[in-house]
């Protein structure tokens, strides 16, 4: 299994991992009530500051839109790109893949532009780029351009669960021996189809999320951009190595997860079995936690059903809000420090703990240092994975 | 090398309704005749009232799926699946879009959830009752190949069947103009790591630099090819069908491709 050589992540808690830090030392949610443009909902949203102002490189130009300009953001921090360009160095640009999930990509330029249509003939404008923007593959390709990468390459597009896939996708095709190293992650970015999607089918909470919470009542969207620079062999033996992963898909109903969770105890098991680990290996887990009252409720069954009340967990929306096709990167990012640095994040904005839920929910952070995280990230359509990550010698 | 075994295709598009009806035409014996389809892709994988609530683009990845699966005769509960799709679904988009110019910006829920890049996954999952790994991915024109190297990425990792299906549809208007996919295709191939009954050869995959695209000589099916990322499989489609071994290199990236063998049995 590959090891994370370098990770970052922008979101509504700052830019790059000393802010995103500071904020959970701080206790600080990135959630604000929402501004997003012309948006006028009654929700919270964590959207991140001066995405607008980001100007691309000229050649670059032809993908400026908020989600590339996100991208290009988070790939500025934290010294990433200097770690990329090392593993380009040392295996070769077409021996480096990228894998990046997202969900709505660039598609507020077509908002934008059908907003701007012709009124008689219904064109719309000419500044319109559809390939560079619009389509889900323009981040991945994107990224690809800016790290001068030239290895195997797609879109992961399976909605909430997309960036804890791209680790899958990159574990497979290093398998096939068609990469040496990935840069995997997710972008996705604010936009009025996710928002007032979210709102129609009236899943937004009208405060900051708080998932596990008794009142809980639906999620705040987010938005955010996180890497992940993965090696098949470890360069060094610090590195945080994925240890697992796990894949399912519930096949219950389109929007609802199945009842008993049956799809995220799958991927929860399939993780645990690739890692060859058992339930009580594992000191930490990242709840997916949306904060919907039946998301939550099924997740809870699902995770107390494999692993009792033992384990500490925390879902991390109440910092972040859901950031769908970058919430399994983000997650993963906030395990990162709690293996590296020693601080996991407990649960934001949750105030009275539903009762009716069994798992042992972390209000408060964490000082410790958990071996072994598992970070679950389950989708629309029933799609769902878990992720399990440790340090060496483990 | 990385290899696996073919025992189904799936395959619907102007003119070619069906893998078994294509194969003539495919090898050039019968003429490419661009017949329209059906307004609406039957497939009896889904219950009506389910289907009520998809779309076409849903449909047809349904319909391909099924002869698919149809021909190998394997229990569908088992398959991995793959979904490759350039642009998603447009036309569900197409009606969001519109919707937020209006005043209060009244969003179908039902067309937001039909938006979703893995839409179709989450039906065929609901039909076939697969608890399996699904990726939906995209990479634009190379689309297809990207999705037959994830296909083999599940297959040679879970030493199990994959259903890849690869499909595009075009865009309503005002986005056409922007990506003018010429017509709607939808191909689905099911993988398999061991030699199934219906055995319609193997597949040999490899990254390729610097290589002619693979074209097709009939002007019909080379413009469907051109103008459509899913049909980009089809001279892969038509060395299967010919049965000789042959060996067809497809898009992948703008700056790789990946070559196909196909070995017949």
Same mark, same amino acid.
């Not at chain 1, 990167?329 to 640095?341: D, K, P, R, S, T």
């Not at chain 2, 609530?53 to 799926?65: P, S």
């Not at chain 2, 099924?66 to 447009?90: H, K, Q, T």
């Given at each position: 299994?590959?090891? +994370?050589?370098?990770?970052?992540?922008?979101?509504?808690?700052?830019?790059?991992?000393?802010?995103? +830090?500071?904020?959970?030392?701080?206790?600080?949610?990135? /959630?604000? !009530?929402?501004?997003? $443009?012309?948006?006028? +909902? !009654?929700?919270?949203?964590?959207?991140?500051?001066?995405?607008?102002?980001?100007? *691309? !490189?000229?050649? /670059?130009?032809?993908?400026?839109?908020?989600?590339?300009?996100?991208?290009?953001?988070?790939?500025?921090?934290?010294?990433?790109?200097? &770690?990329?360009?090392?593993?380009?160095?040392?295996?070769?640009?077409?021996?480096?893949?990228?894998?990046?999930?997202?969900?709505?990509?660039?598609?507020?330029?077509?908002?934008?532009?059908?907003?701007?249509?012709?009124?008689?003939?219904?064109?719309?404008?000419?500044?319109?780029?559809?390939?560079?923007?619009?389509?889900?593959?323009?981040?991945?390709?994107?990224?690809?351009?800016?790290?001068?990468?030239?290895?195997?390459?797609?879109?992961?597009?399976? &909605?909430?669960?997309?960036?804890?896939?791209?680790? &899958?996708?990159?574990?497979?095709?290093?398998?096939?021996?068609?990469?040496?190293?990935?840069?995997?992650?997710?972008?996705?970015?604010?936009?009025?189809?996710?928002?007032?999607?979210?709102?129609?089918?009236?899943?937004?909470?009208?405060?900051?999320?708080?998932?596990?919470?008794?009142?809980?009542?639906?999620?705040?969207?987010?938005?955010?951009?996180?890497?992940? *620079?993965?090696?098949?062999?470890?360069?060094?033996?610090?590195?945080?190595?994925? +240890?697992?992963?796990?894949?399912?898909?519930?096949?219950?109903?389109?929007?609802? !997860?199945?009842?008993?969770?049956?799809?995220?105890?799958?991927?929860?098991?399939?993780?645990?079995?690739?890692?060859?680990?058992?339930?009580?290996?594992?000191?930490?887990?990242? /709840?997916?936690?949306?904060?919907?009252?039946?998301?939550?409720?099924?997740?809870?069954?699902?995770?107390?059903?494999?692993?009792?009340?033992?384990?500490?967990?925390?879902?991390?929306?109440?910092?972040?809000?859901?950031?769908?096709?970058? &919430?399994?990167?983000?997650?993963?990012?906030?395990?990162?420090?709690?293996? $590296?640095?020693?601080?996991?994040?407990?649960?934001?904005?949750?105030?009275?703990?539903?009762?009716? *839920?069994?798992?042992? /929910?972390?209000?408060?952070?964490?000082?410790?240092?958990?071996?072994?995280?598992?970070?679950?990230?389950?989708?629309?359509?029933?799609?769902?994975?878990?992720?399990?990550?440790?340090?060496?010698?483990? | 090398?990385?290899?696996?075994?073919?025992?189904?295709?799936?395959?619907?598009?102007?003119? %070619?309704?069906?893998?078994?009806?294509?194969?003539?035409?495919?090898?050039?014996?019968?003429?490419?005749?661009?017949?329209?389809?059906? #307004?609406?892709?039957?497939?009896?994988?889904?219950?009506?009232?389910?289907?009520?609530?998809?779309?076409?683009?849903?449909?047809?990845?349904?319909?391909?799926?099924?002869?698919?699966?149809?021909?190998? #005769?394997?229990?569908?509960?088992? %398959?991995?699946?793959?979904?490759?799709?350039?642009?998603?679904?447009?036309?569900?988009?197409?009606?969001?879009?519109?919707?937020?110019? %209006?005043?209060?910006? @009244?969003?179908?829920?039902?067309?937001?959830?039909?938006?979703?890049?893995?839409?179709?996954?989450?039906?065929?999952?609901?039909?076939?009752?697969?608890?399996?790994?699904?990726?939906?991915?995209?990479?634009?024109?190379?689309?297809?190949?990207?999705?037959?190297?994830?296909?083999?990425?599940?297959?040679?990792?879970?030493?199990?069947?994959?259903?890849?299906?690869?499909?595009?549809?075009?865009?309503?208007?005002?986005?056409?103009?922007?990506?003018?996919?010429?017509? @709607?295709?939808?191909?689905?191939?099911?993988?398999?790591?061991?030699?199934?009954?219906?055995?319609?050869?193997?597949?040999?995959?490899?990254?390729?630099?610097?290589?002619?695209?693979?074209?097709?000589?009939?002007?019909?099916?080379?413009?469907?090819?051109?103008?459509?990322?899913?049909?980009?499989?089809?001279?892969?489609?038509?060395?299967? #069908?010919?049965?000789?071994?042959?060996?067809?290199?497809?898009?992948?990236?703008?700056?790789?491709?990946?070559?196909?063998?196909?070995?017949?049995?």
């Amino acid at each position: 299994m590959p090891t +994370l050589e370098a990770y970052t992540l922008t979101s509504a808690l700052g830019r790059g991992l000393r802010a995103t +830090l500071s904020a959970l030392q701080e206790r600080r949610s990135g /959630l604000r !009530p929402c501004d997003f $443009e012309d948006a006028d +909902l !009654p929700t919270w949203i964590g959207r991140v500051e001066g995405v607008e102002d980001v100007r *691309l !490189p000229d050649a /670059l130009q032809a993908y400026a839109c908020r989600n590339n300009q996100l991208a290009w953001l988070g790939l500025q921090q934290d010294d990433f790109i200097e &770690a990329v360009q090392a593993a380009r160095r040392r295996f070769g640009a077409r021996r480096i893949g990228v894998f990046i999930g997202t969900t709505t990509s660039g598609i507020r330029e077509a908002e934008t532009a059908y907003r701007h249509r012709d009124p008689h003939s219904g064109v719309l404008p000419d500044t319109f780029r559809y390939r560079t923007t619009h389509n889900g593959f323009s981040c991945t390709d994107f990224v690809r351009q800016t790290l001068g990468l030239r290895g195997p390459a797609q879109a992961v597009l399976t &909605a909430c669960s997309s960036s804890a896939k791209a680790f &899958a996708v990159a574990q497979r095709f290093m398998q096939m021996n068609l990469c040496d190293a990935a840069v995997v992650g997710g972008v996705d970015s604010l936009c009025l189809t996710t928002l007032y999607g979210f709102h129609a089918l009236q899943l937004l909470s009208s405060q900051p999320c708080r998932p596990w919470d008794a009142w809980r009542d639906g999620l705040s969207i987010g938005e955010a951009a996180g890497f992940a *620079l993965l090696y098949r062999n470890p360069s060094q033996h610090t590195a945080i190595r994925l +240890l697992g992963y796990g894949e399912s898909l519930d096949a219950h109903h389109i929007t609802s !997860p199945h009842p008993q969770g049956a799809g995220a105890v799958l991927a929860m098991q399939r993780a645990l079995q690739s890692a060859g680990l058992t339930p009580q290996d594992i000191d930490f887990i990242s /709840l997916h936690g949306t904060a919907t009252p039946a998301n939550d409720a099924i997740e809870d069954q699902a995770v107390h059903r494999l692993f009792g009340d033992r384990p500490p967990c925390a879902s991390t929306k109440g910092w972040t809000g859901h950031t769908l096709g970058a &919430a399994g990167i983000a997650a993963v990012v906030l395990a990162c420090l709690g293996l $590296e640095q020693g601080l996991l994040p407990g649960t934001l904005n949750t105030r009275e703990v539903d009762p009716a *839920l069994r798992v042992a /929910l972390q209000l408060e952070n964490r000082p410790d240092t958990p071996r072994r995280v598992l970070v679950n990230a389950f989708g629309f359509g029933g799609n769902n994975c878990s992720l399990l990550l440790g340090k060496p010698a483990c | 090398m990385l290899s696996c075994h073919l025992a189904g295709i799936g395959l619907r598009a102007p003119g %070619l309704s069906g893998w078994a009806e294509s194969r003539a035409v495919l090898v050039g014996h019968e003429t490419y005749r661009e017949t329209a389809m059906p #307004a609406v892709p039957e497939q009896s994988l889904l219950a009506r009232n389910t289907v009520r609530r998809t779309t076409y683009t849903i449909r047809l990845t349904l319909q391909v799926a099924e002869e698919a699966m149809n021909a190998a #005769a394997m229990p569908n509960a088992e %398959l991995a699946s793959v979904f490759a799709c350039s642009g998603g679904d447009a036309s569900a988009l197409d009606q969001i879009f519109n919707a937020l110019t %209006l005043p209060d910006r @009244p969003v179908s829920p039902n067309q937001f959830n039909n938006s979703v890049h893995n839409a179709p996954a989450g039906y065929w999952s609901i039909a076939t009752q697969s608890h399996h790994p699904s990726t939906s991915l995209s990479a634009y024109d190379g689309s297809f190949s990207a999705g037959l190297l994830e296909a083999l990425g599940l297959l040679t990792t879970l030493r199990q069947a994959v259903l890849l299906i690869a499909y595009d549809v075009p865009p309503p208007p005002p986005l056409w103009v922007h990506r003018p996919i010429a017509a @709607p295709y939808a191909v689905a191939l099911l993988l398999t790591p061991k030699p199934a009954a219906t055995h319609l050869g193997r597949l040999h995959l490899a990254l390729a630099h610097g290589q002619a695209e693979s074209r097709l000589e009939e002007v019909g099916l080379e413009r469907l090819r051109g103008g459509n990322p899913a049909a980009r499989s089809l001279p892969l489609l038509q060395i299967i #069908a010919r049965g000789r071994e042959n060996r067809v290199v497809l898009p992948y990236l703008t700056d790789t491709l990946l070559s196909v063998r196909h070995q017949p049995c």
